[in-house]
C-alpha cells in the first residue's frame, strides 16, 4: 500500500463522533484530538494539505449539558450542538498550536454541497485556506441544520468534500479497525483488507457499531463509493492505526480509485444535487440512454412531475420505476406537458424555433 501514498498532496480525514467522545459519550477526549492532530502534523511536514471533516459537535454538549446520552429529538440535538461546535473547534486550535499550526472552522449543512452555488462558494473558501497553510476543520452545522442530523451525512459530505478539493485520498476514521465480513464481533469475522469492486461486498452484513453517532457503517462504504468514482482512494480504519495508515502500511481497509474518473460536475449531480422533479419515460428512450449516451427528447417522455425551473436538478424514471439518471433540465416543468411525445420537429413547428432542442442534454447528464 506504501507505494500508493508516495505522491500525496492533499488529504480529507473524516473522524467519527464516538472515535472523539468514547464508547460512552462521556466528554470530548483531548486524547483522542491530539492523537488525530498528530497524524495532521506529520503530512503537514511533508507539505501535504490536510482538511479535517469532523462529527462530534452534538456529542461534545452532552456532558456540559448534563444529559446522559444523545438526544433523540432534533430540538435537543441542536441545543447539544450549538454547545459542543464551541468546545469541539476551542480544542482542535489548542491541539494544532502545538505544531504551530493554524486551524479554521467552517461549518457547512448539506444545502451548501447540494446547490451549485454554494457549492462553488465553498470551494473557493477552502482552496484560499489551504493555499494559506491552514488546516481547515469542517463541521456540519447541526445547530441549524435538519437533514444532516437525521440521516447522518456526515460520511457523505467528507467524501465529497474530498471531490470538491480535488484530495487525492479519503481517511475515514471510525470505531472499528476496517470494514469485515461479518459483524466484527462474531466469531470468525474477518477483516477486509482491499475492496477493488464495490459489488463484491454488496451482500455483506453490516451495521452500525456506534451509538453516538449518526453514521453507520453502511454510509462509510457508501462514502467510499462515492470518493472513488472520482478516483479517490479511500482507507477506513480506527484512530490508533490513523498514523500508520497514512504511513502506507496495510492497516484498516484499503479501497481503490476508480481509473475511470467522472468530471467534478457529473460528480456533483450524481451525488451532491437537491432533485426538483422526475421525468419518466418510454423503454426506447430508457434504452437509448443506456447504451448510446444521447440527450433526452420530449418524444421519449410519459410524464412529468415536480415543480421546477429551466436549469434545475430532475431525476430521469424508466418505466420500472427504476430511477436510472439525473440531469439538469432545460425547460420549466409547466412547459413540458404539452411537449410530451412530440419530435423536435413538431415542436418547432407548433411552438417556436425554441422548442427545437433537447429536454436534458447529454452533457447535462448523468447515469447512476
Do not use: C
Not at 423536435?344 to 447515469?367: C, I, Q, S, Y
Amino acid at each position: 500500500m506504501s507505494e500508493r501514498f508516495n505522491k500525496l498532496q492533499r488529504v480529507v480525514i473524516k473522524i467519527g463522533s464516538s472515535s472523539l467522545t468514547g464508547a460512552n459519550a462521556e466528554n470530548l477526549s483531548p486524547v483522542a484530538v491530539d492523537t488525530l492532530v498528530d497524524s495532521v502534523a506529520t503530512l503537514r511536514k511533508r507539505d501535504i494539505d490536510v482538511v479535517i471533516v469532523s462529527s462530534g459537535a452534538i456529542a461534545a454538549g452532552i456532558s456540559p449539558l448534563g444529559l446522559s446520552a444523545r438526544p433523540k429529538d432534533l430540538a435537543t440535538q441542536q441545543a447539544a450542538a450549538a454547545v459542543g461546535q464551541g468546545l469541539l473547534i476551542h480544542r482542535y486550535t489548542e491541539s494544532l498550536a502545538r505544531h504551530s499550526l493554524i486551524g479554521s472552522q467552517v461549518l457547512i449543512t448539506i444545502e451548501d454541497i447540494v446547490r451549485r452555488s454554494h457549492y462553488r462558494n465553498v470551494k473557493q473558501t477552502l482552496d484560499r485556506l489551504l493555499q494559506l497553510g491552514v488546516v481547515p476543520v469542517i463541521n456540519e452545522n447541526d445547530s441549524v441544520g435538519t437533514q444532516e442530523i437525521r440521516f447522518g451525512d456526515n460520511d457523505r459530505i467528507a467524501a465529497l468534500i474530498s471531490h470538491l478539493v480535488g484530495a487525492d485520498l479519503l481517511l475515514i476514521i471510525t470505531d472499528v479497525d476496517g470494514l469485515y465480513d461479518a459483524a466484527p464481533k462474531e466469531e470468525g469475522a474477518k477483516l477486509i483488507r482491499e475492496v477493488t469492486d464495490f459489488e463484491s461486498i454488496a451482500n455483506i452484513r453490516i451495521g452500525s457499531n456506534s451509538r453516538i453517532g449518526s453514521g453507520g457503517m453502511a454510509s462509510k462504504i457508501e462514502a467510499a463509493r462515492i470518493a472513488s468514482v472520482g478516483g479517490i482512494s479511500t482507507v477506513m480504519t480506527s484512530l490508533p492505526n490513523a498514523a500508520k495508515a497514512l504511513q502506507g502500511e496495510n492497516v484498516g481497509t484499503f479501497f481503490k480509485g476508480s481509473s475511470k474518473k467522472q468530471p467534478s460536475r457529473l460528480l456533483w449531480l450524481a451525488h451532491a444535487s437537491t432533485i426538483s422533479g422526475q421525468l419518466h419515460i418510454d423503454q426506447g428512450a430508457a434504452t437509448a440512454l443506456r447504451e448510446k449516451g444521447v440527450s433526452l427528447l420530449a418524444a421519449g417522455v410519459t410524464k412529468v412531475l415536480g415543480d421546477f425551473n429551466a436549469g434545475d436538478a430532475i431525476e430521469i424514471v424508466a418505466p420500472n420505476g427504476e430511477i436510472i439518471a439525473r440531469g439538469l433540465v432545460g425547460f420549466d416543468s409547466s412547459e413540458i406537458p404539452q411537449m410530451l411525445g412530440k419530435t423536435t420537429r413538431v415542436l418547432k413547428e407548433e411552438f417556436g424555433a425554441e422548442f427545437e432542442r433537447e429536454l436534458v442534454h447529454r452533457d447535462d447528464l448523468v447515469m447512476l
